[in-house]
């Protein structure tokens, strides 16, 4: 019986399996787009078997040693392993934006667009043809979005990929920030490094921090035991400050390393940057 589903919503095409929820635009003529759509609908069907059958390999800690067989599992799985000497990160970090990577090249494949993207509940993939540009739009509170800023991604820039994390969004997180946002050269990469620049938002053993254990919330979880971020009572400035620098030198060195090309952390009605695009971001502000 075949679970996956695929509508028009416009002209977006809106495809949902199980906990994958994706909006697709195309630009291109309509020979070209309905051939993209049907490409994408075929390859999408086959994504969460393919995942589902790694499931406990991708759910454990990334390990140089033990690559996944699948193309969306081996993409989760090279996104996250630069981390893995030094933090536990499993593959799942990644599967969003695995996911919409995988989808945008099936929607290429046919050819013929000349900008496409794949939104995976905010994990963004894109296609920019040259001369071409997507503005993008960012929140700063997942759990009740609204613009707050806007950035233009042209197609000379070096970014593929958009991922937002945070404690307040659909994925656990071990930090306290209500929301990083990625720009990297892909959206696997994005989401890979939103979820550490995301952790490293926070002020280790502070009163105003609740954490649980992440498989009280989800037994099955890939984090086990660990604490994940549940609330977060109000901040002194010098909290917020002092959490946000925290995730700004992490977001510093991977940028260093080429990781990411830009990043913003907010937390408490506050935004720090790193990167000259997302400089841009918070010039474009007072325009979304």
């Not at 759910?59 to 996104?79: F, L, T, Y």
């Not at 960012?138 to 009740?144: G, S, Y």
């Not at 917020?240 to 990781?259: F, I, K, M, P, Y």
Request: aromatic fraction near 4%; hydrophobic fraction near 45%; charge should be negative.
């Amino acid at each position: 019986m075949t679970r996956a589903t695929a509508r028009m919503i416009g002209d977006r095409l809106h495809l949902q399996d199980g906990p994958i929820d994706l909006i697709i635009g195309a630009e291109g003529s309509p020979e070209a787009r309905l051939a993209a759509f049907a490409s994408a609908t075929q390859r999408f069907a086959t994504i969460l078997d393919e995942l589902c059958s790694e499931l406990p390999l991708l759910r454990s800690g990334a390990r140089a040693e033990s690559p996944p067989s699948g193309s969306v599992a081996h993409a989760m799985w090279r996104a996250v392993l630069p981390y893995a000497a030094d933090t536990f990160i499993t593959p799942m970090a990644a599967v969003a934006g695995a996911v919409a990577d995988e989808i945008l090249r099936a929607l290429l494949a046919p050819g013929g667009l000349t900008r496409a993207y794949v939104n995976n509940g905010g994990d963004i993939a894109l296609h920019l043809s040259p001369g071409t540009s997507w503005r993008i739009g960012l929140v700063d509170r997942p759990d009740r979005p609204s613009l707050f800023a806007a950035t233009e991604i042209a197609a000379a820039d070096p970014v593929r990929g958009i991922a937002t994390s945070g404690w307040r969004g659909r994925s656990f997180s071990l930090g306290i920030a209500d929301a990083v946002t990625v720009l990297a050269a892909d959206a696997a990469t994005a989401d890979a490094a939103a979820t550490v620049v995301a952790n490293a938002v926070d002020l280790p053993g502070h009163p105003a921090v609740m954490r649980i254990p992440a498989t009280d919330l989800q037994p099955d979880s890939d984090l086990g035991s660990r604490p994940v971020t549940r609330a977060v009572s109000p901040l002194s400035r010098e909290d917020v400050r002092r959490a946000l620098d925290s995730g700004r030198l992490t977001a510093e060195s991977l940028a260093s390393q080429g990781r990411l090309t830009a990043v913003s952390l907010h937390l408490a009605g506050e935004t720090l940057v790193v990167g000259s695009k997302m400089s841009e971001v918070l010039l474009s502000s007072m325009n979304v």
